[in-house]
C-alpha cells in the first residue's frame, strides 16, 4: 500500500475521517504534506523557529499539568484530582451504538403542530390575510392547507384550489406578515408557479431595488416577445424620423411605472439616435427619473 497523500512512501496507518493510508502517524510529517504547507508558506520562517524561552513560567506549568492530566487553578472543582480519562482507553462509540435505538430513530414531527383555531388567536393579522383549511384526506392528521398565489395555478384561490405548504413557506410568510408587516413571501406550490406569477417578480425588484440593483419585474423571454411585436407593428420604422428602428420606447418609463412595461400601447419603435434625442433627455433622463420617489395621495 502506498502512501495516498502523494510522497510515494509506503502506507503505515490508516485514518478513518479521510478515508486514507499514509506513511507517518501525523499527515502532517508526510513529505508531500511538507512540500505542500511550504510552498503556501512562500518561504516565510514560522514565528517561534530556533527561538528559545519564548513561554512563560505560567504558560509552561499549564502546559506541564495538562500533559500529566492535572487540573490547575483553586477554583475549578477538579483542582488537584486527575482527569476520568487518564491512563483509560477511550470507548469506541460506533461499537457502543451498535445495535441501539437512536431517541429520535422513526419520529417526524415532534414539536405540535397548531391548529386553525390556534393560528387565529396568536396571529390574528395573518389569519385574515391567508385563508386555511384542513386536508380532507389526513383529516386526522389535521394538515393545513392554503392557496397558491398564482391566479393561473389549479392550486390557487380564484379556482378554488388547495395545496400543503412546507414548515419554511409557513414561517417565511409569518414573519413577514406579523414581523416585518410586509405582504411579501406567498405561498407558491412550485417553482414554475413563481416564474408564471407576477407579483413573485415584483417582490424579487423590491428587494433588489433596496440594494440599488436593476428592476426587472419579466422574464427576458417574455421582454423580446413584447419588442418584436412593437418592431413589427411598426414595420421597424422609427416614428420620429421614419429610418430604420430597432429601438422601443416607453411612453411611461419603466421607472415610474413598471407595470406597463410591457404593454404595447403604450410603446412604438424609434431609432437609436432618436431614442436618446427625444425619449431620455432632459426631466426624462435616466438619472432623473431613477432619484424620483412616486408618492401617493394621502387622504
Known amino acids: 500500500m502506498i502512501c495516498e497523500y502523494g510522497c510515494g512512501q509506503e502506507a503505515v496507518h490508516y485514518f478513518k475521517r479521510t478515508k486514507k493510508w499514509c506513511c507517518n502517524k501525523y499527515?502532517?510529517?508526510?513529505?508531500?504534506?511538507?512540500?505542500?504547507?511550504?510552498?503556501?508558506?512562500?518561504?516565510?520562517?514560522?514565528?517561534?523557529?530556533?527561538?528559545?524561552?519564548?513561554?512563560?513560567?505560567?504558560?509552561?506549568e499549564k502546559m506541564r499539568n495538562a500533559k500529566e492530566g492535572k487540573y490547575i487553578g483553586e477554583d475549578n472543582p477538579m483542582y488537584g484530582k486527575v482527569g476520568y480519562w487518564k491512563g483509560k482507553k477511550r470507548p469506541d462509540h460506533s461499537k457502543l451504538m451498535t445495535g441501539r435505538v437512536g431517541p429520535w430513530q422513526g419520529k417526524k414531527n415532534i414539536k405540535k403542530r397548531l391548529t386553525i383555531k390556534e393560528w387565529k388567536k396568536k396571529y390574528p393579522l395573518f389569519a385574515k390575510i391567508e385563508e386555511m383549511r384542513y386536508d380532507p384526506d389526513n383529516e386526522n392528521k389535521k394538515i393545513i392547507q392554503v392557496h397558491c398565489k398564482n391566479h393561473n395555478c389549479p392550486n390557487s384561490k380564484e379556482q378554488d384550489g388547495w395545496f400543503t405548504p412546507t414548515r419554511t413557506q409557513f414561517q417565511e410568510r409569518l414573519r413577514n406578515i406579523e414581523i416585518n408587516g410586509l405582504d411579501n413571501s406567498y405561498f407558491y406550490c412550485s417553482e414554475k408557479c413563481k416564474d408564471e406569477c407576477p407579483l413573485f417578480r415584483l417582490n424579487v425588484a423590491y428587494e433588489l431595488n433596496k440594494h440599488n440593483k436593476k428592476i426587472k419585474i419579466y422574464t427576458q423571454k417574455e421582454y423580446e416577445i413584447f419588442r418584436e411585436h412593437v418592431l413589427n407593428r411598426d414595420a421597424y420604422t422609427c416614428q420620429y424620423c421614419a429610418k430604420e428602428a430597432h429601438h422601443v420606447h416607453h411612453e411611461r418609463p419603466q421607472k415610474l411605472e413598471p407595470f406597463f412595461a410591457l404593454d404595447p400601447d403604450v410603446a412604438f419603435a424609434v431609432c437609436e439616435k432618436c431614442h436618446y434625442k427625444y425619449g431620455h433627455k432632459d426631466e426624462c433622463s435616466t438619472g432623473k427619473l431613477a432619484n424620483i420617489i412616486c408618492k401617493g395621495n394621502n387622504k
Not at 27 to 52: D, F, H, V, Y
Request: charged residues 30%.
Open 27 to 60: 499527515t502532517s510529517r508526510c513529505p508531500a504534506i511538507k512540500k505542500l504547507i511550504s510552498e503556501k508558506m512562500n518561504g516565510a520562517t514560522p514565528w517561534n523557529k530556533n527561538k528559545k524561552n519564548i513561554y512563560s513560567d505560567e504558560t509552561i
